[in-house]
């Protein structure tokens, strides 16, 4: 069954590169990004996951855990590690999880139940195995993204969405096309202009069903 945007995520166990963990006791009372790719050693998600650990700083301002999902093994995410932080600049702190029996592609509904690895597979074996799965403190499902092999992921907008995410639950309000911090929100349908103007002090009426507000300091 395909995981939809507020389900619960599976809470499997995992074996990472930094050990065995519960996905639900992992993630604890944090917020958690999920990112995954079809193997070790390949050239675009080698400058993901660097670009991933460049941002260690970011996740952690938001409260924010990451973790890598690869089909490959242990080891093999140990090796790698290296080639993402000599060509990256980045310690790549964070765990991956070693599916190579494909439990957590076939449980986050990233392979059809009956997939399998055959001998000598290429990256196109895998190729769904590449998604962005943004993981509230509810351990329940808030985004996820799906790209292809050939396109890098743009993990300057997955920061954005993160801090669009984490403003929508805190606030109780929705975020515009292209909203960054700082930035006027959108106005709940279900709030009055009375109630909208004695929370925000002051309210942009652009349509009648689309009304902004500068959130308070």
């Known amino acids: 069954m395909a995981l939809r945007i507020n389900d619960e995520i599976p809470n499997l166990t995992v074996t990472t590169d930094l050990g065995e963990v519960s996905l639900h006791d992992w993630i604890g009372d944090s917020w958690a990004i999920l990112f995954s790719h079809p193997k070790d050693f390949t050239p675009v998600c080698t400058t993901e996951f660097g670009a991933v650990a460049q ?10 855990k990451v973790m890598g999902i690869s089909v ?31 439990t957590v592609a076939k449980a986050f509904d990233m392979l059809p139940a009956d997939a399998y690895l055959p001998d000598g597979r290429t990256p196109a074996d895998s190729a769904t195995v590449r998604v962005v799965f ?11 993204m799906t790209y292809p092999m050939t396109v890098g ?20 309000v929705a975020l515009p096309a292209n909203w960054t911090p700082g930035e006027d929100v959108i106005v709940p349908v279900a709030v009055s202009d009375e109630d909208a103007i004695a929370k925000y002090g002051a309210i942009d009426t652009v349509l009648p ?8 300091a």
Request: charged share 40%; no cysteine; hydrophobic share 35%.
């Open 55 to 64: 941002l260690a700083d970011e996740w952690e301002k938001r409260g924010t």
């Open 72 to 102: 490959d093994g242990v080891e093999d995410h140990k090796k790698w590690k290296g080639d993402i932080e000599s060509t990256s600049g980045a310690k790549a702190g964070f765990p991956i999880i070693a599916d190579d029996d494909l």
């Open 134 to 144: 943004i993981i509230g403190p509810d351990k329940k499902l808030k985004l996820s």
């Open 153 to 172: 992921r743009n993990f300057a907008e997955v920061l954005r969405a993160l801090d669009a995410l984490q403003t929508s639950a805190k606030e109780n």
């Open 209 to 216: 069903y689309l009304r902004k507000a500068k959130l308070k």
